[in-house]
């Protein structure tokens, strides 16, 4: 840490070092993206440029306060006020500048509430009343996961009777049992630990419906990923009804991160027939150069298919487009979960 005084003048960049405490230089001991902070204020302005003199600084960030005479501050080699070593290249293979950050990072996102692994939510939607002995809620994963909670409920009516529901995990039930009282319109699981690999399928059974038992019952698939590679399903929609050429799913979709879009779990009521159903990813609400395409087999319900790796930016919209239908049934309720990981460049 540095500290002394200097001057800045309201809506400006430009600090006026008046003087440093102790002999202390900015030349050699600063560098671009240090951080300064007036003493008695709590933002903190990251220096833009490493300073050639002793005598100024230009912060990034234009300092919207009252202009400063000689006022105190002190210099950060730390990140956001949460006192990381700064690794510079000298430095990089110091194992206890790394290992320290790493604690105090690991200390702040317990602090806030954070679990050891990443959680996500994936939610699978069975559309009309129950039926016992269906399997419904298709997904493969891609990637390595661990299952650490189920939530099922509806926004329809409550079931009279208990509704019971089952996982299976590669073709096996796990005898679950996850029971909807008579009465209630949702049921969380206890703390689970279920493992697929990747590539395996998850579905769900209906083990004891008894009419009236609500409907449209949605799942919630709490999980992490297990594997080095993590996958993501951020893009869910589904299309209520019967399918039509020209169809858009996921219009507005902008992902949460730049991503690349790899491949497409599907999930029907009613099965093509006649032909596949052609589905293109778009971006943008435009065909790529080599438009990215996948078919739905004739007859077929439920599955996995690749597609070519298309990257999606922050920015930009990805959605799916139905280019062709079954010829003599369309198919109808559509439910479509695409799969990416995350990139920088």
Known sequence: MITGTASITSNTKAVTIVTLDDGAAL???VIAGYELQWIGENNHFHIEITPTSNGALTLEETYAGVTKVAAEFQIFTGYHGHNLIRVEPSMSDSFYSLQRNFERISDELTSLGSTADEEQCLNKNFIGVPVQNLFW??????????????????????????LVIDIEINGVLQGLNLTVLAGQKSIESSALTYIVAAGQVVRFKWITVTEP?????????HYHNSSGLRI?????KMYVGTLYTGLILGSAYKPPNRSKKFGLTYELDEAPIGS?????LLKNGASLAT???ATI???????????SQTEILT?????????????????SNLRAILHSYHTTA
Not at 138 to 162: H, R, W
Request: cysteine-free.
């Open 27 to 29: 030349v050699g001991a």
């Open 137 to 162: 809620g298709y997904q493969k994963f891609t990637g390595a996961i661990e299952i650490s909670k189920l939530i099922l409920a509806t926004n329809d009516d409550a079931p009279v009777n208990d």
């Open 213 to 221: 038992a609500g409907s449209t019952w949605n799942i919630d698939i």
């Open 232 to 236: 993501y399903y951020d893009f869910q």
């Open 276 to 280: 596949g159903i052609i589905i293109e």
């Open 291 to 293: 438009p990215v395409t």
């Open 297 to 307: 087999p004739e007859n077929s319900l439920t599955g996995y298919l690749e597609l």
């Open 315 to 331: 920015t930009q919209t990805a959605s799916l487009q139905i280019n062709q239908p079954g010829s003599i049934v369309p198919g």
